[in-house]
């Protein structure tokens, strides 16, 4: 099993060692690389900025647009985080109206997540 960014593991800046994202969110045709997934993707979610791997999680690719009352945007992906890592890690996105701040606190919830921080898991 090997470890796959959405964004084909993008473009590392020289200066901070951050990966970007390669994938344009923009772009018309990027649409369907998710329309070829499958409803649920095993993935590893990372947290800024040390880029820590943080959750073990699945990206539930479905047309849904609202996470927790909040549009989910083109460049952030609904998440279901399954086992936390870090359990002092804090989500990339704060659900303030569930009051929940944690990674921890979010286990078995849907979350919205940075794309170019989604690494999907990838069969050999």
């Given amino acids: 099993m090997i470890l796959k960014s ?18 344009d969110v923009d772009d018309p045709e990027e649409p369907e690389f998710y329309a070829m997934m499958p409803e649920f993707t095993t993935c590893r979610l990372i947290v800024e900025p040390n880029n820590e791997i943080v959750a073990a999680s699945f990206m539930v690719n479905t047309r849904a647009t609202i996470v927790h009352g909040m549009n989910l945007g083109n460049d952030h992906v609904r998440v279901s985080i399954k086992e936390v ?12 109206s ?17 794309k170019y921080l989604v690494y999907l898991e990838m069969m050999r």
């Fill in 98 to 114: 569930a009051d929940i701040f944690l990674v921890m606190s979010a286990i078995d919830t849907l979350v919205s997540w940075p």
């Fill in 85 to 96: 890592f870090n359990k002092n890690a804090v989500l990339p996105i704060l659900i303030p």
């Fill in 6 to 23: 959405i964004s084909a593991l993008g473009k590392k800046n020289p200066k901070d060692g951050i990966h970007e994202p390669e994938i």
